[in-house]
C-alpha cells in the first residue's frame, strides 16, 4: 500500500539545524510532489513548501524562505526536509505528504530547547 | 499573506448535517480541500478540487465553493465524524491551510 515513513523524534539546541527524511513506498516516487506541513502542539496546520521528486524544482512559504531546504534520493524514495537556525518557535510535528491525496507520513516530533 | 477563516467549532447532533465554511478573498476562484484530523493522527483528504470525494470516503462528505466561501458538509453525522477540519488552497502556488475547525458530535 502507498505509505510515507518518517524518521524519527528529534531534540535539538536553538541555532541548530535538523533534517526530517520521509520515504515513500507503494508507489512511483518521482510521480507525485511532497509537500512539507508542521503542526505546533494544540495549533493549526501549516504549509511549509513543496518539491517535485522528478525534477528537484522546490516552493517554500515566505515566512520559511532562507531557513528551509528539501531535497530528496530518488535511489531511496526518500525525500529530506532540512530547517535552520532552529528556535523555540519551531517545536512542532513536521510531516510529508504526497501531493494533495495522500497519504501523510506519521508525523516527526521536533523539539527545540535549550 | 493569502488567508483562510473558519469557524472555531461547530456542534452537531448524531444525524443531523453538519456544515463548516472557509472564507478567503476570491476563494471560488481556485480550488479548496478539506482535511480531517483526529486526536494524535495525521490529517486525511475528504474532499478535493472543492466537491470530489477520495477513495473510501464515506458519501456523507461533501463540498462546494462560490464567491469567498467554501463549504464542507457532512450529511448525518456519525460520532465517528467528530475531529479537527482544516480546509486549505493555493495562491500562487503556496498553500495556504485555513484556521481549523473542532466539529464536536454531541
Known amino acids: 500500500q502507498v505509505q510515507l515513513v518518517q524518521s524519527g523524534a528529534e531534540v535539538k539546541k536553538p541555532g541548530a539545524s535538523v533534517k526530517v527524511s520521509c520515504k515513500a513506498s507503494?508507489?512511483?516516487?518521482?510521480?507525485?510532489?511532497i509537500n512539507w506541513v508542521r503542526q505546533a502542539t494544540g495549533q493549526g496546520l501549516e504549509w511549509m513548501g513543496w518539491?517535485?521528486?522528478?525534477?528537484?524544482?522546490?516552493g517554500y512559504a515566505q515566512k520559511f524562505q532562507g531557513r528551509v531546504t528539501m531535497t530528496r534520493n530518488t535511489s531511496i524514495s526518500t525525500a529530506y526536509m532540512e530547517l535552520s537556525s532552529l528556535r523555540s518557535e519551531d517545536t512542532a510535528v513536521y510531516y510529508c505528504?504526497?501531493?494533495?491525496?495522500?497519504?501523510w507520513g506519521q508525523g516527526t516530533l521536533v523539539t527545540v530547547s535549550s | 499573506s493569502y488567508e483562510l477563516t473558519q469557524p472555531p467549532s461547530v456542534s452537531v447532533s448524531p444525524g443531523q448535517t453538519a456544515s463548516i465554511t472557509c472564507s478567503g478573498d476570491k476563494l471560488g476562484d481556485k480550488y479548496a480541500c478539506w482535511y480531517q484530523q483526529k486526536p494524535g493522527q495525521s490529517p486525511v483528504l475528504v474532499i478535493y478540487?472543492?466537491?470530489k470525494r477520495p477513495s473510501g470516503i464515506p458519501e456523507r462528505f461533501s463540498g462546494s465553493n462560490s464567491g469567498n466561501t467554501a463549504t464542507l458538509t457532512i450529511s448525518g453525522t456519525q460520532a465517528m465524524d467528530e475531529a479537527d477540519y482544516y480546509c486549505?488552497?493555493?495562491?500562487?502556488?503556496?498553500?495556504?491551510f485555513g484556521t481549523g475547525t473542532k466539529v464536536t458530535v454531541l
Open positions: 478540487q472543492d466537491s
Open positions: 486549505q488552497a493555493w495562491d500562487s502556488s503556496s498553500g495556504v
Open positions: 518539491m517535485n521528486p522528478n525534477s528537484g524544482n522546490t
Open positions: 505528504a504526497r501531493g494533495i491525496v495522500g497519504p
Open positions: 507503494g508507489y512511483t516516487f518521482t510521480s507525485y510532489d
